[in-house]
């Protein structure tokens, strides 16, 4: 005979449990990392510390960390801004790729005719444009008919990833580089690039993403769009009575959601790739951007945390498979763990779990 129990809901969550959800979903994760290291005759006590030292405690490690966080914040804060109003954004990923060819296409296209960092702002104005232009469909399906933006804008990331390929595998155009026999990407001018931070991967976008952040905590808690985002989503039917216009409101969250994941494609050209680079569709940062929300419980502070924490825990995979014989999925294990931990997590959060003792009035009741 099972164990009865009951969910009840909470009507105001303790403070500590907003840190401890996260932490706790973090240290299962590791629990569940250990059992496979385990099981595939790795200690982990040495496999974490190795990871540790290829992420956060060496000056390369590190820097190629905050590297890949810079991108990681964009697609976080995707997900995490359209999340503000209980929509889902799923094709940070695909919204991604489109920001690298609108941001490829203006630094070839117009990188020459403009002095150096107004070249860089046209590059990255242009890549959050195709962005937000991408989720464009599925933000007026949602917002006119209700149709599922999980759905569409799910479908879009494989189109943009045929896209992508398409560009450069399956035609002799734009953004190809005709001076090469093997196909690849078309390099942006240099006026359109910008240096790294000595010999790392840390480039100034990083500021930017941060900057973006704390920008998108304030427009969300202090500014009228904020509030009525909060009110539409606790309520339409108040958001309603209060004259708020939901369909517009909804394609405004969702472009622009869209458009911060473009951001983060643009960012990859005038950065690290410096071209629209197929090799980035095998890194999943715009999926990674949803699990960063979710474990920051999409608050925008919050995110820069977690998308340092998961570049490390890639960038320290990526060094394991390279100075030992552990393979790189245990660090993707890991990051999966973490996701359905913080998902679970979050039940805990907004329910407390009561055993019902037979026979007791909650007994009868439940």
């Known amino acids: 005979m099972g164990i009865p129990i009951k969910f009840e809901q909470r009507i105001d969550s303790p403070r500590w449990l907003i840190l401890a959800v996260p932490v706790a979903s973090l240290i299962a994760a590791l629990l569940v990392g250990s059992i496979f290291l385990l099981a595939t005759g790795h200690p982990p006590l040495d496999t974490f510390n190795s990871l540790l030292r290829g992420s956060f405690t060496t000056h390369r490690g590190f820097t190629n960390t905050l590297g890949l966080a810079t991108i990681l914040i964009c697609t976080g804060l995707a997900a995490g801004f359209a999340f503000q109003m209980n929509l889902y954004n799923i094709g940070g990923e695909g919204q991604l790729y489109l920001g690298m060819i609108g941001g490829a296409w203006a630094g070839i296209a117009l990188g020459d005719h403009f002095p150096g960092y107004l070249a860089v702002l046209l590059t990255l104005l242009f890549g959050a444009l195709a962005g937000g232009l991408w ?13 599922s933006e999980i759905v569409s804008t799910l479908l879009l990331n494989y189109v943009a990833l045929n896209l992508v ?20 990407g078309r390099k942006v001018p240099d ?44 309520s ?99 990051q999966g763990a973490v996701l359905i931990f913080a998902l679970g997590g979050e039940v805990f959060r907004k329910y407390r779990i009561r055993i019902v003792r037979p026979g007791s009035a909650a007994g009868v009741a439940a």
């Open 135 to 147: 989720v464009t469909v599925p933000a007026i399906t949602k917002a006119r008919f209700g149709t």
């Open 165 to 184: 390929n398409y560009f450069i595998f399956g035609s002799k155009g734009f953004f190809r580089d005709p001076s090469t026999a093997f196909p690849q």
């Open 191 to 234: 006026s359109v690039r910008l240096d790294a931070f000595g010999k790392t991967q840390t480039y100034p976008t990083i500021f930017l993403s941060v900057l973006l952040a704390v920008f998108l905590f304030w427009l969300i808690k202090k500014s009228e769009f904020g509030y009525r985002i909060k009110v539409l989503a606790d």
């Open 236 to 334: 339409p039917k108040a958001a309603g009575y209060a004259g708020i216009n939901a369909p517009r409101l909804t394609l405004s969250v969702l472009v622009i959601s869209g458009a911060l994941a473009g951001l983060g494609g643009a960012m990859l050209v005038v950065g690290p790739t410096g071209k629209l680079d197929p090799g980035v569709a095998g890194i999943g940062l715009g999926y990674a951007g949803i699990v960063v929300a979710a474990l920051a419980r999409y608050n925008f502070v919050a995110i820069i945390l977690a998308s340092v924490l998961f570049a490390g825990l890639r960038v320290g995979g990526d060094s394991l498979q390279i100075s030992t014989d552990v393979p790189i999925h245990i660090a993707v294990i890991i």
